[in-house]
């Protein structure tokens, strides 16, 4: 099983990113999917978290302007980021708990983005 994180980049402070994260592979069942960030010199941090069945939880630093969702037939997630601000300024990483034979979890790559005031 492979995620992969895509849509970071460079935006203005103010402006908007959609970041997708796409699950592929062998048969799988896909469990609550995550946003992470970690900026240089800091932790890596949860933004945003979503269950299989919808639920969402957001660090305080992100509610109201960003928004994690999910479509399970195309086994993706996404992060709709709003009124970014230029410490939303990190390498951005999912990750998801996977069910192959067991419940593992799974990470990818990470996705940059960059916003300039």
């Known amino acids: 099983v492979q995620l992969q994180a895509s849509g970071g980049g460079l935006v203005q402070a103010g402006g908007s990113l959609r970041l997708s994260c796409a699950a592929s592979?062998?048969?799988?069942?896909?469990?609550?999917m995550n946003w992470f960030r970690q900026a240089p010199g800091n932790q890596r941090e949860l933004v945003a978290s979503?269950?299989?069945?919808?639920?969402?939880n957001y660090a305080d630093s992100v509610k109201g302007r960003f928004t994690i969702s999910r479509d399970n037939a195309k086994k993706t997630a996404y992060l709709q980021m709003n009124n970014l601000k230029p410490e939303d300024t990190a390498v951005y990483y999912c990750?998801?708990?996977?069910?192959?034979?067991?419940?593992?979890?799974?990470w990818g790559q990470g996705t940059l983005v960059t916003v300039s005031s």
């Open positions: 990750n998801a708990n996977v069910r192959v034979v067991r419940w593992d979890t799974y």
């Open positions: 592979g062998s048969t799988f069942s896909l469990g609550t």
């Open positions: 979503i269950t299989s069945g919808g639920s969402t």
